[in-house]
């Protein structure tokens, strides 16, 4: 079984800088997809980003960015320019590669913009 | 199109009762999903269906039974309602694509158990 882990339940920064949300993964798969899922206030489930994992090119979304460290299980979310509307709980999550499953969550970050 | 909608939003019950969660979907996907959400861990996996008449168990199946006998519609149900599964209970659904796990998510429904 895979699991994710988010060791950073809560962050705040000011407006404007940049901040690194980490996430670690286990699993025995070689084929598989990571996301980061942002959860406003509004509770909706957002996806932010999304890596395959048989990419070495780093996904990038507008502000949003990760570092895929494949060997390290590593899947790191970066917000540059973080705006009021960032804050939310973002959530970690793992896919295996045969598609029907469930997605694995991490327990989330809480990100906090500071005006 | 109105992506995948949960009905009802919220609901309280009394221990013992129970109820049934709806979930559509007018994507057409075939993949669909019922999550749930406590505070401080994330969301688990309760059960999943893969097609039109077929479903499976996820992470946390327990007290909780569901039915797919339609393509766009994914029901969960309580039988006997315990106050542990007072949470919020996420909806999605995802299509067979090259990127097979992108799920879309419902905007959950918030269920209370007294």
């Known amino acids: 079984a895979q699991t994710v882990t988010q060791s950073q339940p809560e962050m705040s920064v000011q407006e404007a800088e940049t901040v690194t949300l980490s996430c670690t993964y286990d699993?025995?798969?070689?084929?598989?997809?990571l996301f980061w899922y942002k959860q406003p206030p509004s509770r909706q489930m957002i996806l932010v980003i999304r890596?395959?994992?048989?990419?070495?090119q780093n996904a990038t979304e507008n502000r949003f960015s990760v570092n895929f460290q494949k060997a390290a299980k590593s899947f790191s979310l970066k917000i540059s320019d973080s705006q009021l509307g960032d804050t939310a709980m973002y959530f970690c999550?793992?896919?295996?590669?045969?598609?029907?499953?469930?997605?694995?969550f991490g327990k989330g970050t809480h990100l906090i913009i500071q005006p | 199109n109105a992506g995948v909608t949960q009905t009802p939003k919220f609901r309280v019950l009394k221990t013992g009762q129970s109820m049934t969660l709806l979930c559509a979907q007018d994507?057409?996907?075939?993949?669909m999903y019922w999550y749930r959400q406590d505070p401080g861990m994330g969301l688990r996996l309760i059960h999943y269906s893969v097609g039109e008449g077929t479903t499976a168990k996820g992470e946390v199946p327990d007290g909780y039974n569901v039915s797919r006998l339609k393509k766009q519609n994914f029901l969960l149900g309580l039988e006997s309602a315990a106050p542990s599964q007072t949470s919020v209970y996420f909806c999605a659904s995802s299509k067979t694509s090259r990127i097979p796990n992108e799920q879309f998510f419902g905007p959950g429904t918030r269920l209370t158990v007294l």
């Open positions: 999550a793992f896919g295996s590669g045969g598609g029907a499953d469930g997605l694995t």
């Open positions: 890596q395959e994992a048989y990419k070495q």
């Open positions: 994507m057409n996907h075939e993949y």
């Open positions: 699993t025995s798969e070689n084929n598989y997809y």
